[in-house]
T-cell receptor, first 112, second 110 residues
């Protein structure tokens, strides 16, 4: 069974730009969660989608948004990028909230 | 605010020894508990899940849960240099998102 895939794997953007990251969950998984990981803050929860509905949202500004499509694929968007947005963005899929989550390889975003 | 606490380490153990990793959590209503291993530059990999009090063994790994003490641990027997990584504890309370600890860095010395 194929794992979670994320594209792109690496991104370099300039302050003020916007970026869209994509995540394809494990087949049959309907829940997708997004996390930001930085050395100082660890894994920070961004949001969770289940069957195209946002179920939970973390404590991030409105510049961070996401959506989920009918095939369970998910995208997250960050607008007006700031230097502090440089991080590893991880997507995890699961059968549902509270179930085991499986992570994709991540997207390394660098904002200059 | 729900919190998950782990000692950041590094925890250094000799090859072949038992590594003991600990985690405490604040939400008494937590129901699901997970251990992830993360190698440097890689994404977290699920290695154990535990849902009820007691021990759960999988190969060289044993997860232990004590809900009364709000404590979960991971034992790694016969530690190998390849076990050197950061171990993340994650806790979930039903319909709430997973809360991760900041991880414990384990170093197994050959």
């Amino acid at each position: 069974k194929a794992g979670v895939t994320q594209t792109p794997r690496y991104l370099i953007k300039t302050r003020g730009q916007q970026v869209t990251l994509s995540c394809s969950p494990i087949s049959g998984h309907r829940s997708v969660s997004w996390y930001q990981q930085t050395p100082g803050q660890g894994l920070q929860f961004l949001f969770e989608y289940f069957s195209e509905t946002q179920r939970n949202k973390g404590n991030f500004p409105g510049r961070f948004s996401g959506r989920q499509f009918s095939n369970s694929r998910s995208e997250m968007n960050v607008s007006t990028l700031e230097l502090g947005d440089s991080a590893l963005y991880l997507c995890a899929s699961s059968l549902g909230t509270g179930n085991e989550q499986y992570f994709g390889p991540g997207t390394r975003l660098t904002v200059t | 605010q729900k919190e998950v606490e782990q000692n950041s380490g590094p925890l250094s153990v000799p090859e072949g020894a038992i590594a003991s990793l600990n985690c405490t959590y604040s939400d008494r209503g937590s129901q699901s508990f997970f251990w992830y291993r993360q190698y440097s530059g890689k994404s977290p990999e699920l290695i154990m899940s535990i849902y009820s009090n007691g021990d759960k063994e999988d190969g060289r790994f044993t997860a232990q849960l004590n809900k009364a003490s709000q404590y979960v641990s991971l034992l790694i027997r016969d530690s190998q240099p390849s076990d050197s990584a950061t171990y993340l504890c994650a806790v979930n309370g039903g319909n709430t998102p997973l809360v991760f600890g900041k991880g414990t860095r384990l170093s197994v010395i050959a």
